[in-house]
């Protein structure tokens, strides 16, 4: 049997459709660039396996609350609490129950390349889905923990199917008209919140780059409104934004 081409190989593994055969034969294959390629696959196919594991615990709680007679579950999460700038957002979502994205995880754990493509994809799979956006104005009106919190009962209640149990991030609604989990680092430990965690992180982060554009000198494309060294040197040098949280220190100094 004639031997492969490195390339032809590369290909063949690339596709991921090997019989038992055809590997061993690649494991026989002495030229280096042939167990370069297989030693890669290897790590790959560990890497995914890490992925589908670490997938299947995070429907840990989905999986019970269907066992309990939950139909619809939505997850819940929001982004920018800690900013000086810019909205707080929080994002609702009901995934089918056989949803499916090996690599989901806490949004500040993904690459913004990979929560833009599982943004859209979540989007597209979803049940259902809201977004909401609490303005700088309102922050400052009611404070931050009651503006994350108006953020997501907003979110639940635009969704167009009501949900009968919802997943929260770390924190407890407590006028919702079904049952509910407030988890710990939810974010990472459901694929619901972690949906949800995505969604608002990827709409905030496109708001910030859009105000970026009519306020170019604190950094929002970058910072996302967080107090970074180019952000606290553009106060400075600018002053504050009708965008900026008031009620925030070093803004409400600035302010004055």
Not at 13 to 28: F, K, M, Y
Not at 210 to 222: C, I, N, R, S, T
Request: net charge neutral.
């Amino acid at each position: 049997m004639k031997k492969q081409s490195i390339a032809e190989i590369k290909v063949l593994l690339n596709e991921d459709n090997l019989t038992s055969e055809e590997w061993e034969i690649l494991v026989q294959d002495d030229r280096k660039g042939v167990q370069t390629l297989l030693k890669s696959y290897q790590r790959k196919k560990e890497h995914e396996k890490i992925l589908i594991n670490q997938f299947e615990e995070m429907q840990q709680y989905e999986k019970k609350a269907f066992q309990n007679g939950a139909e619809r579950i939505a997850g819940v999460d929001e982004v920018g609490r800690g900013p000086l700038a810019g909205p707080v957002v929080a994002a609702a979502v009901i995934l089918p129950k056989d949803f499916r994205l090996i690599g989901l995880n806490d949004s500040k754990k993904l690459k913004e390349n990979v929560r833009e493509e599982y943004s859209a994809y979540i989007k597209e799979h979803a049940i259902s889905y809201h977004i909401s956006f609490i303005n700088n104005q309102v922050i400052d009106q009611i404070n931050i923990y009651e503006a994350t919190k108006k953020a997501m009962y907003e979110a639940l209640s635009g969704l167009t199917a009501s949900p009968d149990h919802v997943l929260i991030d770390a924190v407890h609604l407590p006028n919702l008209n079904c049952s509910q989990e407030a988890i710990i680092k939810g974010d990472a430990s459901s694929i619901s919140i972690a949906a949800a965690s995505v969604l608002a992180k990827v709409a905030r982060d496109q708001f910030m780059k859009e105000l970026h554009k009519e306020f170019p000198g604190y950094g929002f494309d970058k910072n996302m409104g967080y107090g970074t060294k180019v952000h606290l040197d553009g106060l400075a040098e600018f002053g504050v934004t009708p965008y900026h949280r008031r009620s925030f220190a070093p803004i409400k100094t600035l302010g004055k």
